[in-house]
C-alpha cells in the first residue's frame, strides 16, 4: 500500500475539494467529485474525502456506499422577541377561516377522491379570495394538470360569466417540479400534484415547496383512495401542512373532513370534525342542513350515507310513478 499523501499537496488538493463542494446541489458520488475536480488519483481521492468527513464538511450516505452530500452549518437566528403573529388574508369554503389560522409560508393541504369536489373547493375560493370579489389578493396563481383551457373556461364562467370579474387569476398548465415556479410571495394553487408510483416521494415535492415559500401560501390539492383519510403518499403529505383536509363522496352527497388543523382560531381543535356539503353552480359549497361541523362517529357517517340511499331510491320510485301516472 502507498503512504498517505501529506503536505502541500494533499493541502492543495483539500481545497480544490471544498471550493468544488461548496457548489455542489445535493448527493454526488467519489466518481463525479474525482472526475470534475481532476483529482482523478483514487488514493488522493479517497484521501480527500476521509478528510473532509473528518472536517464535517461532508458526509457519508446512510444507504449507498460512495455516496456524499454537503453538510450546512450555516445558522439563521430568530428574532422571536421582535416578531409579530401574522394571519395570512385569505377567505376559505365552508367558513374555514374561521376554524383555523393560515399564516405567511404556510402549506393547505386538499385531498379528495374522485368527484368529491376538489376542483369546486379551489375554485371557490380563488373567486371569492380575487380583489375584483372583495377579497385581499391582486393575483393567484393556479398551476393546473388536468384541465383543457376550454374546459376551465366552461368551469370559470359556471361561476361568474363575466369574465372580467375574474381579472387576477393566472393559470398555468403545470404538473411537475412546482418548487421552481411558485410565486414565493403570493397566494399559489397547485390542482393537483401527480405521484403514479413512488408515493412516499410527494413529502419531497411539498418540502421543496416549503422551502421556497416566504410570505405566501400554497393549496396542494392530492388524490386519494376512496374511503381513505389521508392521500397517496400518507403521513408524508402532512408533514409540512398546517391545514390539512379530506373530502369524500357517499354516492349522494359530499363531506368533507379536518385531517390536521395546527393552529386553530379556538378551542377544542375542530381537527377530525366535518361536515356535509352539496355543490352549487359548479363551484360553490352550501352546508347542508342539520350536518354543520361536528365530529361523527363511523356508525354515524354510516346513518347518514343509508338514509340518503334511502331518499334517493323513494326519489326514484316517485319519478317513476308520477311519469307512468302523466
Given amino acids: 500500500m502507498q503512504p498517505d499523501y501529506e503536505g502541500d499537496e494533499l493541502v492543495r488538493a483539500i481545497e480544490i475539494g471544498k471550493q468544488w463542494i461548496n457548489r455542489a446541489q445535493g448527493q454526488f458520488s467519489a466518481f463525479v467529485f474525482a472526475k470534475e475536480t481532476c483529482l482523478g488519483n483514487v488514493q488522493l481521492r479517497d484521501q480527500i474525502l476521509d478528510e473532509l468527513v473528518k472536517q464535517r464538511t461532508i458526509a457519508r450516505d446512510e444507504k449507498r456506499n460512495g455516496w456524499y452530500h454537503r453538510i450546512d452549518t450555516n445558522l439563521e437566528p430568530m428574532d422571536w422577541i421582535n416578531a409579530q403573529a401574522q394571519t395570512y388574508p385569505i377567505w376559505l369554503p365552508l367558513d374555514l377561516h374561521e376554524k383555523s389560522y393560515v399564516s405567511p409560508g404556510n402549506i393547505i393541504i386538499l385531498a379528495g377522491e374522485s368527484n368529491a369536489g376538489k376542483t369546486a373547493f379551489v375554485m371557490n375560493m380563488i ?22 383551457p376550454a374546459e376551465m373556461r366552461g368551469r370559470l364562467l359556471s361561476i361568474d360569466g363575466r369574465a372580467k370579474t375574474w381579472t387576477g387569476l393566472e393559470p398555468y398548465s403545470r404538473s411537475r417540479d412546482f418548487h421552481l415556479v411558485i410565486d414565493a410571495n403570493g397566494f399559489n394553487v397547485i390542482d393537483f400534484m401527480e405521484n403514479l408510483d413512488d408515493f412516499w416521494l410527494i413529502g419531497k415535492k411539498i418540502e421543496a415547496i416549503h422551502n421556497e415559500l416566504q410570505d405566501g401560501i400554497a393549496v396542494i390539492c392530492l388524490q386519494k383512495k376512496k374511503g381513505e383519510d389521508l392521500a397517496r403518499g400518507g403521513d408524508f403529505t402532512l408533514e409540512k401542512a398546517r391545514l390539512a383536509l379530506s373530502l369524500f363522496y357517499d354516492g349522494h352527497a359530499n363531506y368533507i373532513r379536518i385531517t390536521k388543523c395546527k ?30 361541523w361536528a365530529f361523527v362517529t363511523k356508525e354515524q357517517r354510516a346513518a347518514r350515507t343509508r338514509s340518503r340511499c334511502s331518499e334517493a331510491r323513494l326519489r326514484q320510485m316517485s319519478n317513476r310513478n308520477t311519469g307512468y301516472g302523466g
Avoid at 373567486?127 to 396563481?141: D, S, T, V
Avoid at 382560531?265 to 356539503?277: L, M, W
Fill in 127 to 148: 373567486y371569492r379570495n380575487l380583489q375584483m370579489q372583495g377579497g385581499a389578493h391582486k393575483c393567484i396563481k393556479l398551476f393546473n394538470s388536468e384541465m383543457h
Fill in 263 to 292: 393552529f386553530p382560531v379556538s378551542y377544542p381543535n375542530p381537527q377530525g370534525q366535518e361536515i356535509d356539503f352539496k355543490i352549487q353552480t359548479g363551484a360553490t359549497l352550501v352546508p347542508i342542513e342539520g350536518c354543520g
